[in-house]
């Protein structure tokens, strides 16, 4: 079984920098790191994925980009890394423009294609890794789909990582093509401009989000009736990256322990499951 998704905003303490990488700067343009989905506690981390999921190691996962809303500057690139085993994509769709700039009428809504179609109007269904994001289609592509292991694309598995570079300002969202309440913001700034926060900020960020949906994922007071359960809990708001949630999908025996490989469920013959 995959195991969960989450995301959210909550409070930091060192203790959590587990999230994201430190930002590495070069000397031509800035490196940001984010991630795709997260876990808490990350079985996957080590690779010993498979073990610690068959020994009972029931992370919850972030269904969220984390952190899901970025302030770079222009030439900057971003890299989210699989933070899970639950498949997830990067895409920054294709943005129809207005006949005359700046003349009604306005640009058509966004069009959200599926996984497998991706960006295919403009190439394969995946777009190459380091591909630049350019909705004007002047020095990049209008739309970057990271596709995933359905599409034979850059994020395939846990720890695999997916870089958009940004030679153009503005706003741009970029969404999941397979979990759509999954989507953030980037934010491109000239180069130069003060950014309101930095990769260690965002490490924390990400980290206390996390920690936030996965850890409220099960209420406390849940009475356990024998069936399975699929759980969700909340919605972020109020942020460039809209809205998002936490779940947690386990199978469950009627007392509420988690069946695993190592703890099975044993029945009886003639006993209903």
């Known amino acids: 079984m995959k195991s969960f998704d989450v995301v959210q905003i909550k409070y930091y303490t ?9 930002a590495v700067p070069l000397s031509t343009f800035g490196q940001w790191k984010a991630k795709a989905g997260a876990e808490f506690p990350d079985c996957m981390h080590g690779g010993a994925g498979d073990d610690l999921l068959a020994a009972g190691c029931a992370t ?10 970025l302030w770079i500057h222009q030439n900057d690139n971003i890299t989210w890394t699989m933070a899970t085993d639950e498949a997830h994509t990067v895409t920054f769709l294709n943005q129809p423009l207005p006949a005359t700039p700046g003349v009604a009428p306005y640009p058509a809504a966004q069009q959200r294609p599926s996984n497998t179609v991706g960006c295919t109007a403009f190439g394969a269904a995946a777009s190459p890794n380091n591909s ?3 909705p004007n289609a002047q020095v990049g592509l209008p739309c970057v789909h990271s596709g995933n292991a359905a599409t034979g694309g850059a994020l395939q598995a846990y720890g695999d990582t997916f870089t958009v570079k940004f030679p153009t300002q503005g706003n741009f969202k970029f969404v999941c093509l397979i979990h759509s309440s999954m989507n953030g913001t980037v934010h491109v700034l000239p180069p130069g401009t003060t950014l309101p926060y930095q990769q260690a900020w965002y490490d924390l960020q990400g980290a206390g989000r996390t920690l936030n949906l996965t850890t409220n994922v099960i ?4 009475i356990l009736n024998g069936f399975n359960h699929i759980y969700t809990v909340g919605k972020v708001v109020a942020t460039g990256g809209g809205w998002q949630y936490g779940s947690e999908f386990r199978f469950l025996d009627p007392t509420g322990r988690v069946i695993t490989k190592n703890a099975p469920m044993v029945v009886t013959r003639g006993t209903t499951v």
Do not use: C, I, K, T
């Not at 060192?14 to 430190?22: K, N, P, Q």
């Not at 919850?60 to 809303?69: D, L, T």
């Open 14 to 22: 060192r203790a959590l920098l587990l999230v994201v990488g430190l």
């Open 60 to 69: 919850a996962q972030a269904m969220a980009f984390v952190p899901n809303e």
């Open 132 to 134: 630049s994001y350019d």
């Open 219 to 222: 209420p406390s007071d849940l």
